[in-house]
């Protein structure tokens, strides 16, 4: 966020959950609202002011009960790439990968190394399912080397570079969000990984135009409900996918769905009550 011309939602929960933000921030994002940030109890929503609608925010905010208030004021001039260097921190997994941005400084290196843009906040990977998926993709090295992979609600792409740098010999980056899309395609020119990373925005709807060998969705729970169908009939006969974005309490409902398609169960991440999960297709 560069221009000095933003609105700033600020939307108070009640009663609080990550669950409950994280989908009022996926369904805000379409408006589009295009940086978020959680301070329990609120929700800070921002949206450039040329592209804020009252009537919008307020039929999507009447969907959720938990809303008890909320406030639109436009904010002043900041330097908001300034501000976002002063809170990132580089985040590394198992001492192989390092997420970093330009301005960090004295960041060792690590087998596989990625960078950001901190223009797009999509995605940094430091959420804990973000940091799972990538455990669980360098325990499928193998599937994933000279594979085809679909990184579905990509984001910034983090896991679809990483991906690539694992020596994928195609990677499919997909989000419904056309800025989420721009940075993923912004960050595979970055990384150097762009021949092999395509980038595109849309919904599960793409997915029937191709065959891939390794699926990794960390969405939503009820979004990864809905598209499961679609991710099997996508996923080739002795593929793996990694689903993430949701709670451990989740997962027998996201197993139970998996596996009555057809999935096989082969284990789960869990780490301060998120999850990652993954399966087979035989």
């Known amino acids: 966020m560069n221009s000095f011309e933003y609105i700033e939602a600020e939307i108070r929960l009640e009663p609080f959950s990550e669950e409950t933000a994280e989908m009022l921030m996926a369904d805000l994002a379409e408006l589009p609202y295009d940086s978020f940030v959680t301070e329990e109890p609120f929700l800070k929503a921002y949206i450039p002011l040329s592209e804020y609608r009252p009537g919008d925010l307020k039929v999507v905010l009447s969907g959720y009960p938990e809303v008890a208030d909320f406030k639109a004021v436009p904010l002043e001039g900041k330097n908001w790439n300034r501000e976002w260097e002063q809170r990132f921190e580089p985040v590394v997994v198992d001492r192989t990968v390092t997420i970093k941005a330009s301005f960090n400084k004295d960041v060792p290196r690590t087998r596989f190394n990625i960078w950001i843009d901190p223009e797009m906040a999509f995605g940094t990977g430091s959420h804990h399912t973000t940091y799972m998926m990538m455990q669980r993709m360098l325990g499928i090295e193998p599937a994933i080397r000279d594979h085809v992979v679909l990184d579905m609600g990509c984001g910034t792409a983090i896991l679809g570079i990483l991906a690539a740098k694992m020596g994928a010999r195609k990677v499919f980056a997909v989000d419904i969000d056309a800025v989420?899309?721009?940075?993923?395609?912004?960050?595979?020119?970055?990384?150097?990984?762009?021949r092999r990373v395509?980038?595109?925005?849309?919904?599960?709807?793409?997915?029937?135009?191709?065959?891939?060998?390794?699926?990794?969705?960390?969405?939503?729970?009820?979004?990864?409900?809905?598209?499961?169908?679609?991710?099997?009939?996508?996923?080739?006969?002795?593929g793996h996918i990694l689903l993430s974005g949701f709670y451990e309490t989740d997962i027998p409902a996201l197993r139970e769905g998996a596996e009555a398609l057809g999935l096989t169960w082969a284990g789960s991440t869990?780490?301060?009550?998120?999850?990652?999960?993954?399966f087979t297709k035989k």
Not at 180 to 194: C, E, I, T
């Open 198 to 238: 395509e980038t595109a925005c849309g919904d599960a709807s793409l997915l029937q135009m191709g065959a891939y060998d390794v699926i990794l969705a960390n969405i939503h729970r009820n979004i990864l409900l809905e598209d499961m169908p679609t991710y099997v009939r996508s996923l080739r006969h002795g």
């Open 180 to 194: 989420a899309a721009r940075s993923a395609w912004g960050n595979a020119h970055w990384n150097r990984v762009a």
């Open 270 to 278: 869990l780490r301060e009550g998120w999850a990652c999960i993954e």
